[in-house]
């Protein structure tokens, strides 16, 4: 099967070279896309967004560690009768599985959220690399970490962050 698709491939480029509108002129340029996703300032803003909306619970969880820490301080008192270190650490281990599952739904919520904004990001600046790519007539955009070599190749990297930046205002959460 991959024989197949590798033959097609093949013989697809080998009459495409004899037809000469289909690379006529080809504009093959290279972009770093991350880069442009660590620099761009969208990502900044959505981050701070996104930790303002989590900022409640991880303070709820920050403050129920507190409470259990200082639970188990007063239960290494030994002047504590066996009644009440009994309920105390009946307390205790209550609130340790309601703090492990606090912790497991805040870190879920993290990472589904932090996946939904990461992918947002992406598709936007996917759509800043075609506006490039259009306005300057260029026929495949590659991305930097998928060519292992190519000399005297344009990076229009800087290109999409200077477009990025004059769309600043542009947040899509």
Known sequence: MKNFFKFTLLIFIFFSFFNKEAFCCTKIVVVNIAKIFDIIPQKKKITKKLEKKLYS???????????????????????????????????????????????KIFTK???????????????????????????????????????????????????????AIKQNNILFI
Not at 76 to 103: T, V
């Open 57 to 103: 619970d991880f303070l709820v969880i920050k403050k129920m560690e507190k409470l259990l820490l200082s639970k188990i301080n007063r239960l290494e008192n030994k002047n504590l009768s066996k009644k009440l270190r009994k309920n105390l650490e009946k307390e205790i281990k209550h609130e340790k599985k309601i703090l492990k599952k606090k912790i």
């Open 109 to 163: 919520k993290n990472r589904q959220k932090q996946e939904s904004i990461r992918n947002k990001i992406l598709i936007f600046i996917h759509k800043l690399i075609n506006i490039v790519a259009k306005k300057n007539h260029y026929n495949i955009v590659l991305d930097i970490s998928t060519v292992a070599y190519i000399k005297n190749i344009k990076d229009i990297t800087n290109d999409v962050i200077n477009l």
